[in-house]
Protein backbone atom coordinates (compact mmCIF):
# COMPACT_ATOMS: atom_id res chain seq x y z
CA UNK A 1 0.00 0.00 0.00
CA UNK A 2 1.26 3.43 -0.76
CA UNK A 3 1.34 6.10 1.45
CA UNK A 4 -1.51 8.05 0.03
CA UNK A 5 -3.69 5.03 -0.10
CA UNK A 6 -2.63 4.31 3.36
CA UNK A 7 -3.93 7.68 3.83
CA UNK A 8 -6.83 7.24 2.53
CA UNK A 9 -7.89 3.94 3.72
CA UNK A 10 -7.10 5.58 7.50
CA UNK A 11 -9.88 8.45 6.54
CA UNK A 12 -12.66 6.19 4.73
CA UNK A 13 -12.73 4.03 7.77
CA UNK A 14 -16.11 2.83 8.56
CA UNK A 15 -17.81 4.59 11.84
CA UNK A 16 -17.93 2.44 14.81
CA UNK A 17 -20.75 -0.12 15.21
CA UNK A 18 -23.24 1.31 17.16
CA UNK A 19 -24.85 -2.18 17.58
CA UNK A 20 -25.39 -3.18 21.28
CA UNK A 21 -22.92 -6.64 22.22
CA UNK A 22 -25.18 -7.28 24.53
CA UNK A 23 -28.46 -7.77 23.38
CA UNK A 24 -29.29 -11.46 21.23
CA UNK A 25 -29.07 -12.73 18.61
CA UNK A 26 -26.81 -15.24 19.43
CA UNK A 27 -24.79 -14.90 16.25
CA UNK A 28 -22.22 -12.46 18.17
CA UNK A 29 -19.03 -13.56 18.95
CA UNK A 30 -19.30 -12.26 22.82
CA UNK A 31 -22.36 -13.93 23.25
CA UNK A 32 -20.27 -17.57 22.95
CA UNK A 33 -19.16 -19.16 26.38
CA UNK A 34 -16.09 -19.63 25.33
CA UNK A 35 -15.27 -16.06 25.32
CA UNK A 36 -14.12 -15.41 28.75
CA UNK A 37 -15.86 -11.96 30.34
CA UNK A 38 -13.75 -10.94 33.62
CA UNK A 39 -12.41 -7.95 35.93
CA UNK A 40 -9.30 -6.62 36.60
CA UNK A 41 -6.95 -5.29 39.77
CA UNK A 42 -3.74 -4.85 40.46
CA UNK A 43 -2.06 -5.32 43.88
CA UNK A 44 -0.58 -1.89 44.51
CA UNK A 45 -3.93 -0.04 43.23
CA UNK A 46 -6.21 -2.20 45.89
CA UNK A 47 -4.63 -4.03 49.05
CA UNK A 48 -3.08 -1.13 50.99
CA UNK A 49 -1.54 -2.92 54.36
CA UNK A 50 1.81 -2.03 53.01
CA UNK A 51 3.78 -2.82 55.94
CA UNK A 52 2.07 -6.06 56.96
CA UNK A 53 2.98 -9.79 57.09
CA UNK A 54 6.52 -8.70 56.41
CA UNK A 55 5.60 -6.78 52.82
CA UNK A 56 9.20 -4.96 51.84
CA UNK A 57 8.77 -1.25 50.49
CA UNK A 58 8.45 -0.83 46.92
CA UNK A 59 9.27 1.79 44.35
CA UNK A 60 5.39 3.09 44.39
CA UNK A 61 5.54 3.60 48.16
CA UNK A 62 8.69 5.73 47.90
CA UNK A 63 7.46 7.75 44.57
CA UNK A 64 3.92 8.35 46.47
CA UNK A 65 5.33 9.64 49.62
CA UNK A 66 7.53 12.01 47.51
CA UNK A 67 5.74 15.47 47.83
CA UNK A 68 4.23 16.76 44.08
CA UNK A 69 4.46 13.44 42.73
CA UNK A 70 0.72 11.96 43.10
CA UNK A 71 -2.38 14.06 42.93
CA UNK A 72 -3.48 15.26 46.64
CA UNK A 73 -0.79 13.17 48.05
CA UNK A 74 -2.62 9.89 47.60
CA UNK A 75 -0.66 6.94 48.50
CA UNK A 76 -1.40 3.16 48.14
CA UNK A 77 -1.46 2.61 51.88
CA UNK A 78 -4.35 1.50 52.48
CA UNK A 79 -5.99 1.64 49.22
CA UNK A 80 -9.30 -0.38 49.00
CA UNK A 81 -8.15 -2.75 51.98
CA UNK A 82 -8.47 -5.68 49.60
CA UNK A 83 -5.72 -7.30 51.61
CA UNK A 84 -8.16 -7.48 54.79
CA UNK A 85 -11.44 -7.41 52.20
CA UNK A 86 -10.38 -10.01 49.65
CA UNK A 87 -13.35 -13.07 50.17
CA UNK A 88 -15.91 -9.98 50.42
CA UNK A 89 -14.18 -8.65 46.67
CA UNK A 90 -14.16 -12.03 45.43
CA UNK A 91 -17.98 -12.25 46.37
CA UNK A 92 -18.67 -9.37 44.16
CA UNK A 93 -16.95 -10.99 41.54
CA UNK A 94 -19.40 -14.26 41.82
CA UNK A 95 -22.69 -11.78 42.64
CA UNK A 96 -21.17 -10.09 39.01
CA UNK A 97 -21.31 -13.15 37.45
CA UNK A 98 -17.30 -12.46 35.90
CA UNK A 99 -16.02 -15.72 35.11
CA UNK A 100 -11.99 -14.58 35.21
CA UNK A 101 -10.29 -12.46 37.55
CA UNK A 102 -7.01 -10.64 36.56
CA UNK A 103 -5.24 -9.59 39.45
CA UNK A 104 -1.40 -9.22 40.42
CA UNK A 105 0.66 -10.61 42.66
CA UNK A 106 3.20 -8.01 45.11
CA UNK A 107 6.92 -8.88 44.25
CA UNK A 108 7.23 -7.07 47.89
CA UNK A 109 5.33 -8.97 49.42
CA UNK A 110 6.55 -12.70 48.84
CA UNK A 111 10.44 -12.19 48.89
CA UNK A 112 12.92 -10.89 51.21
CA UNK A 113 15.97 -8.76 50.24
CA UNK A 114 17.55 -11.67 50.04
CA UNK A 115 15.57 -13.75 47.72
CA UNK A 116 13.93 -15.82 50.33
CA UNK A 117 9.90 -16.80 50.73
CA UNK A 118 8.00 -14.94 52.27
CA UNK A 119 5.62 -17.55 53.51
CA UNK A 120 2.25 -15.25 54.79
CA UNK A 121 3.05 -12.99 51.68
CA UNK A 122 2.53 -16.46 49.42
CA UNK A 123 -0.11 -17.99 51.89
CA UNK A 124 -2.57 -14.30 51.01
CA UNK A 125 -1.95 -14.95 47.17
CA UNK A 126 -2.57 -18.82 47.37
CA UNK A 127 -5.85 -18.32 50.18
CA UNK A 128 -6.98 -16.12 47.14
CA UNK A 129 -6.49 -18.19 44.20
CA UNK A 130 -7.97 -21.32 45.83
CA UNK A 131 -10.95 -19.17 46.69
CA UNK A 132 -11.65 -18.60 43.15
CA UNK A 133 -10.99 -22.31 41.83
CA UNK A 134 -13.93 -22.54 44.38
CA UNK A 135 -15.49 -20.27 42.61
CA UNK A 136 -15.31 -21.54 39.09
CA UNK A 137 -13.48 -18.47 38.53
CA UNK A 138 -10.81 -18.63 35.67
CA UNK A 139 -7.32 -17.08 37.13
CA UNK A 140 -5.16 -14.41 35.54
CA UNK A 141 -2.06 -13.63 37.80
CA UNK A 142 0.53 -10.79 36.51
CA UNK A 143 3.83 -11.04 38.27
CA UNK A 144 4.77 -7.29 37.80
CA UNK A 145 2.00 -4.59 38.00
CA UNK A 146 4.72 -2.20 38.65
CA UNK A 147 5.40 -2.47 42.39
CA UNK A 148 9.29 -3.10 41.83
CA UNK A 149 10.80 -3.89 45.58
CA UNK A 150 12.44 -0.78 46.71
CA UNK A 151 15.85 -2.27 47.48
CA UNK A 152 16.16 -3.36 43.49
CA UNK A 153 15.56 -0.10 42.97
CA UNK A 154 18.54 1.10 45.32
CA UNK A 155 20.83 -0.95 42.86
CA UNK A 156 19.85 0.45 40.01
CA UNK A 157 16.06 -1.20 39.39
CA UNK A 158 15.10 -1.68 35.64
CA UNK A 159 18.38 0.28 34.57
CA UNK A 160 20.75 -3.08 36.25
CA UNK A 161 20.09 -6.15 33.90
CA UNK A 162 20.47 -7.88 37.22
CA UNK A 163 16.84 -7.05 38.10
CA UNK A 164 16.20 -9.37 34.80
CA UNK A 165 17.46 -12.06 36.78
CA UNK A 166 15.82 -11.69 39.76
CA UNK A 167 12.27 -11.27 38.24
CA UNK A 168 13.10 -14.45 36.99
CA UNK A 169 14.18 -15.97 40.54
CA UNK A 170 10.44 -14.48 41.61
CA UNK A 171 8.69 -16.00 38.59
CA UNK A 172 10.20 -19.27 39.83
CA UNK A 173 9.12 -19.32 43.06
CA UNK A 174 5.87 -18.18 42.34
CA UNK A 175 5.04 -20.79 40.02
CA UNK A 176 6.53 -23.42 42.17
CA UNK A 177 4.46 -22.28 45.18
CA UNK A 178 1.41 -21.44 43.00
CA UNK A 179 1.26 -24.16 40.87
CA UNK A 180 -1.98 -25.50 39.63
CA UNK A 181 -3.83 -22.75 40.86
CA UNK A 182 -3.06 -20.25 38.03
CA UNK A 183 -4.64 -20.50 34.82
CA UNK A 184 -3.04 -17.90 32.81
CA UNK A 185 0.28 -16.32 34.43
CA UNK A 186 1.44 -12.94 32.64
CA UNK A 187 5.24 -11.78 33.35
CA UNK A 188 4.26 -8.03 32.69
CA UNK A 189 1.64 -5.70 32.69
CA UNK A 190 2.62 -2.74 30.46
CA UNK A 191 6.37 -2.63 29.87
CA UNK A 192 5.62 0.82 28.09
CA UNK A 193 4.75 2.50 31.41
CA UNK A 194 7.12 0.72 33.80
CA UNK A 195 10.15 2.19 31.11
CA UNK A 196 8.59 5.38 29.35
CA UNK A 197 6.49 6.23 32.75
CA UNK A 198 9.42 5.84 34.97
CA UNK A 199 12.51 6.09 33.47
CA UNK A 200 12.17 8.16 30.17
CA UNK A 201 9.80 10.87 31.38
CA UNK A 202 9.71 10.74 35.22
CA UNK A 203 5.86 10.68 35.36
CA UNK A 204 5.62 7.34 37.55
CA UNK A 205 7.98 5.80 40.04
CA UNK A 206 10.74 5.40 40.47
CA UNK A 207 10.79 9.08 38.40
CA UNK A 208 13.79 9.13 36.18
CA UNK A 209 13.99 11.17 33.24
CA UNK A 210 15.99 10.45 30.58
CA UNK A 211 15.48 8.99 27.02
CA UNK A 212 18.04 6.21 27.09
CA UNK A 213 17.38 4.89 30.36
CA UNK A 214 13.66 4.29 28.97
CA UNK A 215 15.31 2.12 26.34
CA UNK A 216 17.68 0.35 28.44
CA UNK A 217 15.16 0.26 31.24
CA UNK A 218 12.31 -1.71 28.34
CA UNK A 219 15.22 -4.03 27.29
CA UNK A 220 15.87 -5.38 31.05
CA UNK A 221 11.94 -5.54 31.52
CA UNK A 222 11.88 -8.09 28.09
CA UNK A 223 14.50 -10.16 29.19
CA UNK A 224 13.35 -10.64 32.55
CA UNK A 225 9.84 -11.16 30.45
CA UNK A 226 11.82 -13.80 28.69
CA UNK A 227 13.67 -15.24 31.39
CA UNK A 228 10.16 -15.84 33.72
CA UNK A 229 8.35 -17.31 30.35
CA UNK A 230 11.05 -20.17 30.26
CA UNK A 231 10.61 -20.80 33.91
CA UNK A 232 7.26 -20.01 33.70
CA UNK A 233 7.09 -23.56 31.09
CA UNK A 234 9.18 -25.63 33.48
CA UNK A 235 7.77 -25.14 36.26
CA UNK A 236 4.06 -25.26 35.52
CA UNK A 237 3.73 -26.78 32.18
CA UNK A 238 -0.23 -27.12 32.39
CA UNK A 239 -1.04 -23.24 32.76
CA UNK A 240 -0.73 -20.67 29.59
CA UNK A 241 2.09 -17.69 29.87
CA UNK A 242 1.70 -14.13 28.33
CA UNK A 243 2.43 -10.71 28.86
CA UNK A 244 0.09 -7.69 28.22
CA UNK A 245 1.02 -4.22 26.31
CA UNK A 246 -0.45 -1.34 26.68
CA UNK A 247 -1.51 0.02 23.15
CA UNK A 248 -1.81 3.14 21.59
CA UNK A 249 -3.55 3.95 18.71
CA UNK A 250 -2.02 6.89 16.22
CA UNK A 251 -4.40 8.81 13.53
CA UNK A 252 -2.89 11.83 11.35
CA UNK A 253 -3.84 14.60 11.80
CA UNK A 254 -4.43 15.20 7.34
CA UNK A 255 -3.56 13.29 4.85
CA UNK A 256 -0.19 14.68 4.26
CA UNK A 257 2.26 12.30 3.83
CA UNK A 258 4.20 13.96 6.86
CA UNK A 259 1.12 13.59 9.26
CA UNK A 260 0.68 10.13 7.85
CA UNK A 261 4.66 9.45 8.56
CA UNK A 262 4.15 10.77 12.44
CA UNK A 263 0.88 8.81 13.09
CA UNK A 264 2.97 5.70 11.97
CA UNK A 265 5.89 6.70 13.63
CA UNK A 266 3.25 7.48 17.23
CA UNK A 267 2.49 3.72 16.80
CA UNK A 268 6.05 2.33 16.29
CA UNK A 269 6.44 4.22 19.52
CA UNK A 270 3.90 2.50 21.55
CA UNK A 271 3.30 -0.72 19.75
CA UNK A 272 6.33 -1.90 17.71
CA UNK A 273 8.26 -0.94 20.73
CA UNK A 274 6.95 -4.22 22.45
CA UNK A 275 5.43 -6.15 19.81
CA UNK A 276 8.60 -6.32 17.25
CA UNK A 277 11.11 -7.71 19.86
CA UNK A 278 8.46 -10.25 21.85
CA UNK A 279 7.24 -11.58 18.31
CA UNK A 280 10.25 -10.44 15.80
CA UNK A 281 12.90 -10.49 17.84
CA UNK A 282 13.79 -7.05 17.19
CA UNK A 283 13.73 -3.29 17.81
CA UNK A 284 12.17 -1.33 15.04
CA UNK A 285 14.48 0.64 13.75
CA UNK A 286 12.61 3.99 13.14
CA UNK A 287 12.76 4.04 17.08
CA UNK A 288 15.73 5.18 17.35
CA UNK A 289 15.45 7.57 14.47
CA UNK A 290 13.17 9.11 16.71
CA UNK A 291 15.19 9.01 19.51
CA UNK A 292 19.07 8.86 18.28
CA UNK A 293 21.56 7.28 20.20
CA UNK A 294 19.15 5.93 22.78
CA UNK A 295 20.02 2.20 21.07
CA UNK A 296 19.68 -0.37 24.66
CA UNK A 297 22.68 -2.50 25.51
CA UNK A 298 21.64 -5.65 23.97
CA UNK A 299 23.82 -8.68 24.92
CA UNK A 300 23.95 -12.32 22.50
CA UNK A 301 20.64 -14.12 22.63
CA UNK A 302 18.86 -11.60 24.48
CA UNK A 303 16.73 -11.34 21.36
CA UNK A 304 16.28 -15.00 20.92
CA UNK A 305 15.28 -14.86 25.12
CA UNK A 306 12.92 -12.22 24.51
CA UNK A 307 10.98 -13.53 22.19
CA UNK A 308 10.07 -16.88 23.75
CA UNK A 309 7.19 -18.41 22.34
CA UNK A 310 4.06 -16.93 23.71
CA UNK A 311 0.76 -18.86 24.68
CA UNK A 312 -1.54 -15.53 24.52
CA UNK A 313 -0.94 -11.49 24.36
CA UNK A 314 -2.85 -9.30 26.58
CA UNK A 315 -3.62 -6.00 25.06
CA UNK A 316 -4.42 -3.03 26.94
CA UNK A 317 -6.64 -0.06 24.97
CA UNK A 318 -8.29 3.08 26.06
CA UNK A 319 -7.80 5.74 23.98
CA UNK A 320 -6.75 7.00 20.11
CA UNK A 321 -4.07 9.95 20.02
CA UNK A 322 -4.56 12.28 16.86
CA UNK A 323 -0.89 13.42 15.74
CA UNK A 324 0.67 16.15 13.21
CA UNK A 325 4.29 16.49 11.98
CA UNK A 326 6.81 17.79 14.15
CA UNK A 327 7.88 18.81 11.26
CA UNK A 328 11.39 16.84 11.68
CA UNK A 329 10.92 13.12 12.49
CA UNK A 330 8.72 12.99 15.08
CA UNK A 331 4.82 13.62 15.96
CA UNK A 332 3.06 16.26 18.10
CA UNK A 333 -0.39 16.00 19.50
CA UNK A 334 -2.93 17.55 17.54
CA UNK A 335 -6.27 16.73 19.53
CA UNK A 336 -9.07 17.03 17.98
CA UNK A 337 -11.66 19.22 19.20
CA UNK A 338 -15.64 18.34 19.61
CA UNK A 339 -14.88 14.49 20.71
CA UNK A 340 -15.99 12.60 23.59
CA UNK A 341 -13.35 12.50 26.21
CA UNK A 342 -13.42 10.66 29.99
CA UNK A 343 -12.39 12.11 33.12
CA UNK A 344 -8.82 11.04 32.32
CA UNK A 345 -9.49 13.72 29.31
CA UNK A 346 -8.69 10.39 27.12
CA UNK A 347 -10.86 10.19 23.88
CA UNK A 348 -13.27 7.92 23.20
CA UNK A 349 -12.61 5.62 20.24
CA UNK A 350 -13.64 2.79 20.38
CA UNK A 351 -12.65 2.27 16.30
CA UNK A 352 -8.86 2.81 17.31
CA UNK A 353 -8.78 -0.76 19.38
CA UNK A 354 -10.87 -2.61 16.33
CA UNK A 355 -8.12 -1.54 14.04
CA UNK A 356 -5.11 -2.03 16.18
CA UNK A 357 -6.12 -5.82 16.35
CA UNK A 358 -6.79 -6.03 12.74
CA UNK A 359 -3.65 -4.12 12.26
CA UNK A 360 -1.93 -6.12 14.57
CA UNK A 361 -3.18 -9.68 12.97
CA UNK A 362 -1.71 -8.29 9.96
CA UNK A 363 1.69 -7.39 10.80
CA UNK A 364 2.47 -9.92 12.90
CA UNK A 365 2.29 -13.36 11.14
CA UNK A 366 2.68 -15.37 14.42
CA UNK A 367 0.40 -13.21 16.64
CA UNK A 368 -0.48 -15.32 19.73
CA UNK A 369 -4.24 -15.43 20.74
CA UNK A 370 -5.24 -11.70 22.50
CA UNK A 371 -6.79 -11.56 25.51
CA UNK A 372 -8.10 -7.66 25.97
CA UNK A 373 -6.73 -8.02 29.60
CA UNK A 374 -7.58 -3.80 29.97
CA UNK A 375 -10.21 -1.74 28.85
CA UNK A 376 -12.53 0.72 30.54
CA UNK A 377 -12.63 4.83 31.76
CA UNK A 378 -12.85 7.28 34.74
CA UNK A 379 -15.75 8.97 35.66
CA UNK A 380 -16.47 10.96 38.58
CA UNK A 381 -18.89 8.98 40.00
CA UNK A 382 -20.79 9.59 43.15
CA UNK A 383 -23.15 7.40 45.09
CA UNK A 384 -27.05 9.02 44.96
CA UNK A 385 -29.89 7.06 46.89
CA UNK A 386 -27.54 4.06 46.45
CA UNK A 387 -26.79 3.84 43.25
CA UNK A 388 -24.21 4.66 40.91
CA UNK A 389 -25.44 6.02 37.41
CA UNK A 390 -22.28 5.80 34.85
CA UNK A 391 -24.05 5.90 32.10
CA UNK A 392 -20.89 7.04 30.23
CA UNK A 393 -19.34 3.99 31.22
CA UNK A 394 -21.94 1.80 30.07
CA UNK A 395 -22.01 3.66 26.29
CA UNK A 396 -18.36 3.32 26.59
CA UNK A 397 -18.43 -0.56 27.30
CA UNK A 398 -20.79 -1.66 24.91
CA UNK A 399 -18.85 0.29 22.09
CA UNK A 400 -15.57 -1.35 22.84
CA UNK A 401 -16.91 -4.76 23.12
CA UNK A 402 -18.81 -4.07 19.58
CA UNK A 403 -15.22 -2.69 18.27
CA UNK A 404 -14.12 -6.34 19.72
CA UNK A 405 -16.74 -8.31 18.16
CA UNK A 406 -15.78 -6.73 15.01
CA UNK A 407 -11.86 -7.20 14.83
CA UNK A 408 -13.25 -11.13 15.66
CA UNK A 409 -15.83 -11.12 12.69
CA UNK A 410 -12.17 -10.06 10.44
CA UNK A 411 -11.01 -12.31 12.02
CA UNK A 412 -9.06 -11.85 14.96
CA UNK A 413 -8.39 -14.57 17.51
CA UNK A 414 -9.71 -13.00 20.70
CA UNK A 415 -10.23 -14.81 23.88
CA UNK A 416 -11.83 -12.51 26.13
CA UNK A 417 -11.87 -9.35 27.88
CA UNK A 418 -11.50 -8.00 31.32
CA UNK A 419 -12.92 -4.79 31.88
CA UNK A 420 -10.59 -2.07 33.85
CA UNK A 421 -11.37 -2.14 36.91
CA UNK A 422 -13.15 -4.36 39.06
CA UNK A 423 -12.64 -1.65 41.67
CA UNK A 424 -12.46 2.34 41.99
CA UNK A 425 -8.58 2.38 42.94
CA UNK A 426 -5.81 4.15 43.11
CA UNK A 427 -4.92 5.94 39.94
CA UNK A 428 -0.93 6.05 40.12
CA UNK A 429 0.02 9.65 40.34
CA UNK A 430 -3.99 10.70 39.70
CA UNK A 431 -4.24 9.02 43.23
CA UNK A 432 -8.32 8.19 44.41
CA UNK A 433 -9.74 10.79 42.16
CA UNK A 434 -9.95 9.11 38.91
CA UNK A 435 -12.93 6.45 39.52
CA UNK A 436 -11.86 3.39 36.80
CA UNK A 437 -14.28 1.09 38.61
CA UNK A 438 -17.37 -0.79 37.49
CA UNK A 439 -17.95 -1.11 41.42
CA UNK A 440 -18.15 2.47 43.53
CA UNK A 441 -15.60 2.40 46.33
CA UNK A 442 -15.77 4.90 49.19
CA UNK A 443 -12.68 5.28 50.81
CA UNK A 444 -13.68 6.72 54.27
CA UNK A 445 -15.97 3.97 54.75
CA UNK A 446 -14.66 1.19 52.46
CA UNK A 447 -18.15 1.04 51.74
CA UNK A 448 -18.13 -0.69 47.51
CA UNK A 449 -21.80 -0.23 45.87
CA UNK A 450 -21.91 -1.94 42.08
CA UNK A 451 -22.42 0.69 39.13
CA UNK A 452 -24.96 0.24 36.75
CA UNK A 453 -22.20 -0.75 34.24
CA UNK A 454 -21.83 -3.51 36.81
CA UNK A 455 -25.37 -4.56 36.65
CA UNK A 456 -25.65 -4.62 33.20
CA UNK A 457 -22.43 -6.83 32.80
CA UNK A 458 -23.83 -9.00 35.55
CA UNK A 459 -27.45 -9.11 33.34
CA UNK A 460 -25.71 -9.94 29.95
CA UNK A 461 -23.34 -12.57 31.97
CA UNK A 462 -26.22 -13.96 33.79
CA UNK A 463 -28.43 -14.11 30.43
CA UNK A 464 -25.53 -15.50 28.32
CA UNK A 465 -25.19 -18.36 31.06
CA UNK A 466 -28.73 -19.38 31.10
CA UNK A 467 -28.24 -19.44 27.02
CA UNK A 468 -25.47 -21.27 27.00
CA UNK A 469 -23.87 -21.22 23.73
CA UNK A 470 -21.74 -23.26 22.88
O1 LIG B 1 -4.89 1.93 36.30
C1 LIG B 1 -4.14 1.65 35.16
C2 LIG B 1 -3.58 0.24 35.24
O2 LIG B 1 -2.83 0.03 36.39
C3 LIG B 1 -2.69 -0.02 34.04
N1 LIG B 1 -3.38 0.29 32.83
C4 LIG B 1 -4.04 1.54 32.72
C5 LIG B 1 -4.96 1.74 33.91
C6 LIG B 1 -5.69 3.10 33.78
O3 LIG B 1 -4.77 4.14 33.69
Not at 21 to 26: L, S
Not at 103 to 112: G, H, Q
Not at 163 to 178: I, Q, V
Request: negative net charge.
Amino acid sequence: MTQDTAAAAQFAAPPASQADPFTPPATSALWRRDFLLGAATAAYQIEGAVREDGRLPSIWDTFSATPGKVLAGDTGETACDHYHRWEADLDLLTQLHFEAYRFSIAWPRVMDEAGRPNAKGIAFYRRLLERLKEKGIRTFATLYHWDLPQHLEDRGGWLNRDTAYRFADYADLMSRELKGLVDSWMTLNEPWCSAYLGYGNGHHAPGLANGRYATQAMHHLLLGHGLAVTVLRANDPASAKGIVANVGRGTADSPSEADVRAARRFEVQHNAWILDPLLKGEYPRELFELWPGTEPLVLDGDMETIAAPLDFLGINYYFRTNVKSDGAHGFVEAPPEGVERTQMGWEVHPDGLRDLLTGFARTYDNLPPIYITENGMASDDSVRDGRVDDTQRIAFLKRHLAAVNEAMDAGVDIRGYFVWSLLDNFEWAFGYERRFGVVHVDYGTQVRTPKRSAELIARFLAQRRALDVA
